[in-house]
């Protein structure tokens, strides 16, 4: 099966696992795991932070930080379509005790007019706003990316409002690999980070926070609290170094494989519109009410494997082990269907 249901579903390369069998290893909840602290050091280098923090899953990193940025009460500003609002068990609730308001724009965007006329006014009424949470790809929006300039002036909207801006950058890699932007540049936007390893990096796992020297002492003491501390990961930290070193420029492999997909999507009578593909994400909504669970149905016939992603939007995300090969199998088969 040619499986795009996510760029989760990758399996390490043969230099992957020979980085990771190689990797020198300690206790990582000592801090003590010189792969991991090299992962941690790289990249808060590579964006601007003053430290890092090697975590299990993106949704952890995420929880983690909101933690950290929070109070019970407090109300995160984020957006309808963002994955720490839709995809993490209502976590903001559950972990930190924080309610949530949400921003609606299109394709997952936060225009800084948009964040200052939501943050609430300081009235004892209202909740506290406490956090602005923006996420660069969007997924729900369809793998979008978030232009510099709004980035940049929400950032300064929230500094300005003494609000942390927090980065759910999942697929900040796709973004900076579709735009070109420098990563220090578009990391120093941020006062945190997550950044997801085993997306379109490929890794088996793993996730890393950055922010502040303080900020990150706070969020190990989170991770503990929450089970993530790992004792030698540094495996997984050096699957995370090579796929750096090895994976981003290719990135644009799976940008141009999905835009090939979307095309022909596009032209398809079936389909009523496919969101804008920018990076490795191509969502379709069908005509007349048709199904999503039909087109999943007749994908997984022709041996390709995609997600309904509401009642009738279909998701295909491409990835490391997605060659053009498979795409020729993926693009005939929708020409099939009909
Ligand atoms: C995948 C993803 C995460 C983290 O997911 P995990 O499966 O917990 O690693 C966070 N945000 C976005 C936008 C994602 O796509």
Redesign the pocket.
């Given at each position: 099966m040619i499986d795009l249901r996510s760029d989760?579903v990758t399996r390490p390369t043969e230099a992957m696992l020979k980085a990771m069998m190689s990797a020198p290893t300690g206790d990582d909840v000592y801090a003590e795991d010189p792969t991991v602290n090299r992962l941690q050091e790289e990249l808060a280098g590579q964006f601007g932070h003053e430290a890092g923090l090697f975590c299990p899953?993106?949704?952890?990193a995420?929880q983690i930080a909101i933690n950290v940025h929070v109070s019970p009460g407090d109300e995160v500003l984020c957006h309808r379509l963002s994955?720490?609002y839709n995809?993490e068990g209502g976590g903001i609730a559950r972990n930190s005790g924080a309610s949530v308001r949400l921003v609606d724009e299109p394709h997952g965007a936060m225009p800084a007019s948009v964040i200052q006329a939501e943050i609430n006014p300081a009235d004892s009424h209202f909740a506290r706003t406490s956090l602005v949470c923006v996420?660069d790809t969007v997924?729900k929006g369809g793998g979008a990316v978030q232009s510099l300039a709004m980035l940049a002036e929400g950032s300064a909207a929230s500094r300005a409002a003494g609000l942390p801006f927090h980065l759910?950058g999942?697929?900040a890699w796709n973004a900076l690999r579709k735009t070109g932007e420098d990563w220090k540049r578009y990391g120093t936007l941020f006062d945190s980070i997550?950044l997801?390893l085993?997306?379109g990096l490929g890794t088996p796992a793993g996730?890393v926070l950055l922010g502040s020297r303080d900020f990150i002492e706070e969020a190990h003491r989170t991770r503990k609290v929450m089970g993530g501390g790992m004792r030698q990961v540094g495996i997984l930290a050096a699957a995370g170094l090579h796929a750096i070193e090895h994976h981003f420029d290719r990135l644009q492999d799976d940008h141009e494989r999905a835009s090939r997909i979307g095309a022909l999507l596009s032209e398809h009578p079936a389909v009523l519109k496919v969101a804008p593909v920018e990076t490795n994400i191509v969502i379709a909504q069908l005509t007349g009410g048709r199904p999503a669970s039909e087109l999943v149905e007749a994908q997984r016939t022709a041996g390709v494997l995609c997600s309904a992603f509401g009642p009738d939007k279909v998701r295909w995300v491409t990835h490391l082990d997605f060659g053009d090969d498979d795409l020729a199998q993926v693009l005939k088969s929708l020409e099939d269907w009909n």
């Open positions: 989760t899953s993106g949704t952890m995420n994955h720490v995809y996420e997924n759910d999942a697929r997550s997801c085993s997306k996730s």
